[in-house]
């Protein structure tokens, strides 16, 4: 038998469902793997009571949940009662959190067992996993080059068999592009589909919690555990969530809305080249196409860099010394604490999202940027709303380009400019998902379906049909 640590996640199912291996044997193998590779930098902490919690797990005469016994990683940026939660920040580097986050519990509750909390862009916010307090994370396909940000941490851990699938967060991108670069699956589920609850928060209107995996399939099993409402999230969608691995295998007609308009502005003939590929293969499979206009898409960057900072000038207020998390010494009066303990426990990055955002939302600036970015923000929803009535699906390129060498973007508005077509289903609170679709410079690139409010099904089923007639997530 091959290491089940490169088989899949079904794969591993029907391995402990068999008892052809335990779950101790795999979180094991996990564990030694994870050792191996220190030097991607993937995680920030590991779980010590993993092979503690796998034997337990071994001993139950029954299986409750398809999860039973495998190992993932969490995103550090998911509250767990009892471990480190740091956000990949210096101002929590030693925070301990007193609770746990939902998505936390219902993997929990699942039995599978964490083997760590991965790193990530400090407080989500970066396109590269280089902001990070606790250094950058690795590509596992080429270490110069990076994993994508801000869940770098998990998709490279999920690349290089760290884990059988992992959990991220994506506000404008987060999930998507680092499965691009990394060259596995990703998706970010409907806003509210998944609850926010104990996920710190970056930009509340936009964050939202999804999955990294092999496939597919592998991200259906995964994300429907960690769906459905939450009363502890007031934007929590109280809707019935559907069988998704059955969703994902059945037979769908789809018809593909391509954004050509769009398409035509890339300027890397190869990252164009393959998306049309990509398309043409599909068509040649039976899958119907139909050419879309987006109207104002084109300004969802700006839109977004004014909203996202605004929300983040707002969440990040709390950490100012007084609670928890870093203090400053010996601070002179309580302005002094206020000051040094932000100027101190905050990066580059995020002092300067900060400071845009508060500048936004100042007096005689909130109707001239805020105000004007929430119009577009509307338009934008509306121009996918009148999109969806005529396509079961939107298909895109996940990044303008592939993975790029660590240090080479020095440009901030470049480094932002890696959002361009994620940024999109954030604002309008779509799913969205990024499967491998072949390579370029030897490095992955991603094919994006953007799908309905709450069609998760149709985007996994899109993707599985597409991952049946390739074998670009094999590896």
């Known amino acids: 038998m091959s290491n089940p640590t490169s088989q899949s996640l079904i794969e591993q199912i029907n391995l402990l469902e068999k008892k052809e291996i335990s779950s101790l044997e795999l979180t094991q193998l ?44 969490h995103k550090d940026i998911f509250c767990a009662e009892g471990y480190k939660t740091t956000c990949g920040s210096k101002m929590l580097e030693n925070f301990i959190s007193p609770y746990s986050s939902t998505v936390f519990d219902k993997l929990k509750k699942s039995n599978s067992i964490m083997v760590g909390k991965t790193n990530m862009d400090e407080f989500a916010m970066g396109s590269s996993n280089e902001t990070s307090y606790f250094g950058n994370v690795k590509n596992p396909i080429n270490k110069k080059r990076s ?58 209107s936009l964050d939202q919690a999804g999955i990294f995996a092999k496939s597919a399939i592998d991200a259906s099993i995964a994300l429907e555990i960690i769906s459905g409402f939450d009363e502890k999230d007031s934007t929590s969608i109280n809707e019935n969530v ?10 769908m007609d789809h018809i593909i809305g391509i954004p050509f308009k769009l398409i035509e502005k890339i300027n890397d003939y190869k990252v164009k080249q393959n998306f049309l590929d990509c398309i043409d293969l599909l068509k040649k499979n039976g899958i119907k196409t139909k050419e879309i206009d987006l109207p104002f898409i084109e300004y969802s960057l700006p839109a977004y860099y004014v909203i996202a900072p605004a929300e983040c000038s707002a969440n990040l207020s709390r950490y100012d010394g007084i609670k928890y998390g870093y203090r400053c010494e010996n601070p002179k009066d309580l302005e002094d604490l206020y000051t ?35 119009k577009i923000r509307a338009r934008i929803t509306n121009s996918f709303k009148e999109a969806f009535k005529n396509v079961t699906v939107i298909a895109m390129p996940t990044c303008s380009n592939e993975a790029f060498e660590l240090g080479s973007i020095q440009d901030p508005v470049k480094m932002y400019e890696q959002d361009i077509y994620t940024i999109p289903a954030n604002l309008a609170g779509l799913p969205a998902i990024s499967v491998p679709s072949g390579l370029i410079n030897k490095m992955p690139l991603g094919l994006q379906f953007i799908g309905n409010h709450l069609d998760e099904g149709k985007i996994l089923n899109i993707s599985h049909e597409f991952q049946k007639i390739t074998d670009y997530h094999v590896y």
């Open 30 to 73: 996990y564990l030694t793997n994870i050792e191996k590779n220190k030097d991607l930098n993937c995680f920030i902490s590991l779980n010590d009571k993993a092979l503690e919690e796998a034997k337990k797990i071994d001993k139950l005469k029954e299986r409750k949940s398809l999860l039973q016994g495998i190992p993932l990683a």
């Open 147 to 204: 994993p994508g940000g801000s869940s770098g941490g998990s998709a490279a851990a999920v690349r290089a068999n760290l884990c059988a699938f992992a959990t991220g967060t994506d506000t404008g991108g987060s999930i998507r592009q680092p499965a691009s670069f990394c060259g596995i699956t990703g998706i970010k589920p409907t806003y509210g589909r998944v609850s926010r609850w104990g996920m710190v928060a970056f930009a509340s």
């Open 242 to 251: 559907p069988k998704l691995i059955n969703e994902t295998t059945s037979e």
């Open 340 to 374: 040094r303990t932000r100027s101190e426990g905050f990066g580059e990055e995020v002092k300067k999202r900060i400071l845009i955002g508060t500048y936004c939302l100042s007096a005689g600036y909130f109707d001239a940027y805020y105000l004007k970015a929430q």
